[in-house]
C-alpha cells in the first residue's frame, strides 16, 4: 500500500498563491490514480483534480477552473496542486488521495488518503 503526506499549505491573502505538495511512500506514486479533495468546515468533502500515472488530467472542478493546476513528477513520486488567484471560498482542509483502479470524482472511490494540509485564504 501507498502512504501519503500533503504539505504547502498555510495561511495567504486573497489574490495569493500556494503550491501543495504530496509525497507517497511504500509504493511509487505512477501505479495509482492520484485526486486533490479539499474540505471546508461544515461541508462535504469536494473534488478538485485528478491525474493519472500519464499526466492526463480530470477536472479540475468548476469552483477553481482556469486557477488551480495539478501536476506530478513520477520520479519523485509526488504530486501538485499549484493554487493561484486564491479566495477566501478557497479556504479548507486540502486532501490528497489515490486509487489504483479509478479517478473518479467520488471520494469514497479512494483508497488512500494523507492527513491533510490547512488552506487559509483571508480577505
Known amino acids: 500500500q501507498v502512504q501519503l503526506v500533503e504539505s504547502g499549505g498555510g495561511l495567504v491573502q486573497a489574490g495569493g498563491s500556494l503550491r501543495l505538495s504530496c509525497a507517497a511512500s511504500?509504493?511509487?506514486?505512477?501505479?495509482?490514480?492520484v485526486g486533490w479533495f479539499r474540505q471546508a468546515p461544515g461541508k462535504e468533502r469536494e473534488f478538485v483534480a485528478a491525474i493519472n500515472w500519464s499526466g492526463s488530467i480530470r477536472g479540475p472542478a468548476d469552483s477553481v477552473k482556469g486557477r488551480f493546476t495539478i501536476s506530478r513528477a513520477n520520479a519523485k513520486n509526488m504530486v501538485f496542486l499549484q493554487m493561484n488567484s486564491l479566495k477566501p471560498e478557497d479556504t479548507a482542509v486540502y486532501y490528497c488521495?489515490?486509487?489504483?483502479?479509478?479517478?473518479?470524482?467520488?471520494?469514497?472511490?479512494?483508497?488512500?488518503w494523507g492527513q491533510g494540509t490547512q488552506v487559509t485564504v483571508s480577505s
Open positions: 511504500g509504493r511509487t506514486i505512477n501505479m495509482y490514480y
Open positions: 488521495a489515490a486509487s489504483p483502479t479509478n479517478w473518479s470524482t467520488q471520494p469514497g472511490l479512494y483508497t488512500y
